[in-house]
C-alpha cells in the first residue's frame, strides 16, 4: 500500500503478488466487494484502474482535499 500526495491528487496503490483472479468473468464486476469499492471510490470522484495478471494492483486518484504543497508521501 502506497499513498502519494502530488499538488491537487492523491493517488493510493495496492498491490500484492496472490494468484489473481479472472476479471473477464461476469461475477467479477456483479459481486458485492467490487459494487462497494466502485461505489466508495464514485463518492470521492476518483478514477481507478485494476490488473490482475502476476497478482493483483489496484490504483485509484482522487482530489487532495489536504491541501499539500508539494510531493509527499504519505505511507
Known sequence: LSI???GN???VDF???GV???MSEDSFKTGLGFKIMDSLLSQLDSTYQMVSTDGFNLSFTF???LEVEEQTELI
Open 63 to 65: 482530489q487532495n482535499i
Open 9 to 11: 491528487q492523491i493517488k
Open 20 to 22: 489473481g483472479f479472472d
Open 15 to 17: 498491490i500484492d503478488n
Open 4 to 6: 502519494h500526495a502530488d
